[in-house]
C-alpha cells in the first residue's frame, strides 16, 4: 500500500463547532489531531479525553492545551496546521500565533468580527506568507457548488437578481444570548454566497431593515438592534440587485433550520431550497422532524457531509501545496458588506461601499 503523509493538525476553541472539527480530524485518513486547546480547561480535558476514549494510556496522542502560544512552542515541528474555531470575537486572537509560527490555518466563518479584523488576518498572512482558508462551508454544498459553477460557465447569462434567505427558531439566539449577530452566525453563509453568484461584479451600496418583535431582550442590548429579522437589498457595480433575508424566530421548533437561494439570470433561473433534504420524520405526539443531512449529519459512528468534505480538503491542500478552493478575499468582503448592513440599521439610511 502506498504511505501518504498525513497533515499533524490542532483544534484551538473547543466548544461545539471545534468539537466537530476535533472529531472530523480524528477519522480522516490524511489527518493525526495531537491536540485539541481552549481557554476553558475543562473545555479542553473534555475534548481531549473524547479523543482519546477507548485507547491505551501509551496511544493516547490528543493533548489539551489551554494556551495556544504554549501549544504551538511546545509541538513546534510536530504541528503543520490548526483549525481555529473559537467565538467570533477571538478569531484574531487564536489566529495570531499560529500564523507567526508558520503554520497552516482553518478559521472559522466569519473571518473576524468586523472587516477591519478580517484586514489585519489578512495582512498577518501576508507578511507571514503563511497558508490560510476561511471555513466558508456552502463551498463544499454541491446545491451552492453546482449553481455557482453553471453561473461562472456562463449558462445563466448576466444574473440580474437575487434573493437568499437564512431562517432558524429563536433557540438559536436564546442560546446565543445576544453575545453574537445574526449576520455574524447565520448571515455570513448567504453574503458570501451571493458575491460567488454575482461573479466579478462589486456591491456598491447597501440598505438595511430590521423587525423586532420576538427576542427584543437579546437585540436591545446590542450596538446595533438586528432585531428577529432583516431585510438587505445590496446593489452592485453592474446593476444587479440583491435580497438577503436573516430571520432566527420561527414560532415552530419543528422548523430547526431553513435557506434558500433564488437566482435569476437572462438565461436561466436557478433555486436552493432547504428545509427538507429528503427525510422527514412524523411520530405521535413529537415535533416533525427534517434531520439535517447536508453540513454535518452523523451516521455510520462518524460526522459526514459538508464540513467532512472541507476539512478533508483543507488536509488535502495543505500537504499537496495546491490552492484551497475557498476564496479568503471574498470571506472578507462579505464581513464588509455586512458592516455596511449593520451601520445601515443603526443609521437607518442607505450605506455607500
Ligand atoms: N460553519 C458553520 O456553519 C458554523 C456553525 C457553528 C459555528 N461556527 C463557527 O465556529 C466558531 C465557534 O463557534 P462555537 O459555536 O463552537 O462557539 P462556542 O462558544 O461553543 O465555543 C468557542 C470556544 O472558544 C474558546 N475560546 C475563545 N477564545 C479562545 C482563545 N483565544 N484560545 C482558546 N480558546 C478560546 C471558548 O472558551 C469556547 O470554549 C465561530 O466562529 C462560529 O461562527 C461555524
Same mark, same amino acid.
Given at each position: ?43 479542553? /480535558?473534555?475534548?481531549?479525553?473524547? *479523543?482519546?476514549? @477507548?485507547?491505551?494510556?501509551?496511544? =493516547?496522542?490528543?493533548? #489539551?492545551?489551554?494556551? !495556544? ?23 484574531? /486572537?487564536?489566529?495570531?500565533?499560529? *500564523?507567526?509560527? @508558520?503554520?497552516?490555518?482553518?478559521? =472559522?466563518?466569519?473571518? #473576524?468580527?468586523?472587516? !477591519? ?23 463544499? /454544498? ?212
Amino acid at each position: 500500500m502506498k504511505e501518504t503523509r498525513m497533515l499533524q493538525v490542532a483544534v484551538i476553541g473547543c466548544g461545539y463547532f471545534g468539537t466537530n472539527h476535533a472529531r472530523i480530524y480524528e477519522k480522516l485518513p490524511n489527518a493525526l489531531l495531537m491536540a485539541v486547546c481552549d481557554r476553558n480547561r475543562a473545555m479542553a /480535558d473534555e475534548l481531549a479525553a473524547l *479523543i482519546n476514549s @477507548g485507547r491505551s494510556e501509551e496511544e =493516547e496522542r490528543c493533548r #489539551a492545551f489551554y494556551d !495556544a502560544e504554549e501549544m504551538l512552542r511546545e509541538l513546534g515541528d510536530e504541528l503543520d496546521a490548526c483549525s481555529v474555531a473559537v467565538s467570533e470575537h477571538y478569531h484574531y /486572537d487564536a489566529a495570531r500565533p499560529v *500564523i507567526e509560527a @508558520g503554520k497552516a490555518l482553518l478559521i =472559522e466563518k466569519p473571518i #473576524a468580527q468586523d472587516g !477591519a479584523t478580517a484586514d489585519r488576518i489578512m495582512e498577518l498572512v501576508g507578511k507571514h506568507k503563511t497558508r490560510m482558508m476561511v471555513g466558508q462551508v456552502l463551498k463544499f /454544498d454541491p446545491k451552492y457548488q453546482i449553481m455557482a459553477q453553471k453561473i461562472e460557465n456562463g449558462d445563466f447569462g448576466e444574473v440580474t437578481n437575487m434573493y437568499l434567505e437564512r431562517s432558524s427558531t429563536n433557540g438559536v439566539p436564546r442560546r446565543l444570548s445576544g453575545a453574537i449577530s445574526m449576520y455574524h452566525y447565520m448571515g455570513v453563509h448567504d453574503f458570501e454566497a451571493m458575491l460567488t453568484f454575482a461573479g466579478s461584479a462589486r456591491p456598491v451600496k447597501v440598505y438595511a431593515q430590521a423587525v423586532d418583535k420576538v427576542n427584543g431582550a437579546f437585540n436591545r442590548d446590542r450596538a446595533v438592534n438586528e432585531g428577529d429579522a432583516t431585510f438587505n437589498t445590496i446593489t452592485f457595480d453592474n446593476g444587479t440587485i440583491a435580497v438577503i433575508h436573516l430571520f432566527w424566530a420561527h414560532a415552530s421548533e419543528s422548523l430547526g433550520f431553513v435557506a434558500r437561494a433564488h437566482v435569476f439570470g437572462t438565461k436561466a433561473t436557478g433555486y436552493i431550497d432547504i428545509k427538507s433534504p429528503g427525510l422527514e420524520i412524523y411520530e405521535e405526539d413529537r415535533l416533525t422532524e427534517y434531520p439535517e443531512l447536508t453540513y454535518w449529519p452523523e451516521f455510520n459512528g462518524e460526522i459526514q457531509g459538508a464540513l467532512k468534505a472541507e476539512l478533508l480538503h483543507f488536509c488535502e491542500a495543505t500537504l499537496s501545496g495546491k490552492p484551497y478552493i475557498v476564496n479568503n478575499e471574498r470571506a472578507v468582503l462579505a464581513v464588509k458588506v455586512i458592516d455596511a448592513c449593520r451601520e445601515s440599521l443603526k443609521t437607518g439610511m442607505p450605506v455607500m461601499l
